[in-house]
């Protein structure tokens, strides 16, 4: 499994790679863009095709998988614990959510394993040293005993993918290693290619 975030501040053409992306074989994409509002996240939806709308997980808004035929929700650790810790009540409003999928971000292997909450997928990070964040150390993170669907984030590329697999991680999840770099599709293509070859 590969997961690609969204970058938080926009870059120039990034819903145009994104189209590229999908049609290379992305499978799902978390839509993280803290600074839009629901106004400008419908916007930013509809410069995406259609048909690829079914592989967008949202971070924010979660009431737009009740008019678009998105993947599912992500729920960070904050919202995690307000909205899913605190009762049901928050689905009342989410009117779209048969066969989609919710994950949610964690910052420490004990608190993932403990999780009562049953997560289709569960974002684990920072494994190495962040490429988009400054002074986001990696910790390196050993998953091999918990028995959970765990993708592995924070300094992942083609490079690092092995050693990701190696602790234990079923999927990996890029930022900085698809934005940071010159040609977004091209290592979006290097990072498939590497990862589908060690996952035979």
């Given amino acids: 499994m590969i997961i690609i975030i969204t970058p938080e501040q926009d870059i ?3 819903t145009e790679i994104l189209n590229s992306l999908f049609e290379n ?3 799902i994409l978390h839509l993280r863009k803290p600074h839009k509002n629901y106004e400008e996240h419908i916007a930013y939806l509809k410069k995406i ?3 690829y709308h079914h592989r ?3 971070h924010y808004f979660h009431e737009l998988t009740n008019d678009y035929d998105l993947k599912g929700i992500h729920f960070q650790e904050l919202k995690r614990i307000d909205a899913l810790e605190n009762g049901s009540r928050y689905f009342l409003k989410l009117h779209n959510m048969r066969g989609k999928m919710m994950s ?3 910052h420490e292997p004990e608190v993932l394993a403990n999780c009562d909450i049953e997560f289709d997928y569960h974002l684990l990070s920072p494994v190495f040293s962040s490429i988009s964040k400054v002074g986001y150390e990696g910790r390196g993170f050993d998953v091999t005993h918990i028995n959970k669907t765990i993708i592995g984030m924070g300094g992942v590329n083609a490079e690092t993918i092995p050693q990701v697999l190696a602790l234990g991680y079923k999927g990996i999840g890029v930022l900085g290693g698809i934005w940071n770099t010159e040609n977004p599709v091209e290592s979006f293509k ?3 290619s590497q990862f589908d070859l060690l996952i035979r």
């Fill in 25 to 27: 074989g992305l499978e």
């Fill in 12 to 14: 120039a053409e990034e």
């Fill in 49 to 51: 095709h259609t048909k």
């Fill in 56 to 58: 967008i997980m949202v």
């Fill in 104 to 106: 949610s971000s964690f």
């Fill in 190 to 192: 290097n990072i498939k």
